[in-house]
């Protein structure tokens, strides 16, 4: 099965965040899926990119642990690019963003595309 390409307005969630956040494709923005910026495993920027999910519910985090464990506001920390990238789509010489990446918090969240923005748009 073939994994769809990922554009601005896909939706992402954190495994230690509360709310649903939209991607904000910006390292290729004149190269367009379905009328859509498309995205590449280099949009993982926080506050860029990808905004914070609402609140933290992370022990790593050391806002949550200074406060005793209650969730506190997300500030994501992401060092690394998407995961695994697209092994044979390049957009502008980066790999191009599929369904099944994940990208990874400092804190310990693993963030997941939950909806691609796109409907008809696949990648190998």
Not at 30 to 55: C, H, R, W
Not at 72 to 88: E, H, N, Q, R, Y
């Amino acid at each position: 099965m073939c994994a769809m390409a990922v554009a601005t307005t896909a939706m992402c969630t954190c495994t230690m965040g509360k709310t649903p956040v939209s991607l904000i494709a910006t390292s290729s923005p004149t190269v367009l899926m379905e009328n859509k910026p498309a995205a590449t495993i280099m949009d993982k920027n926080p506050m860029a990119n990808i905004l914070p999910f609402g609140l933290c519910s992370s022990p790593a985090n050391p806002t949550v642990a200074a406060a005793g464990g209650v969730p506190m506001p997300c500030v994501p920390v992401i060092p690394a690019p998407w995961i695994p990238p697209s092994p044979k789509v390049l957009i502008k010489g980066k790999p191009a963003l599929v369904n099944n990446c994940k990208c990874f918090c400092n804190w310990g969240g693993v963030i997941s595309i939950t909806n691609p923005g796109t409907t008809h748009t696949q990648c190998q």
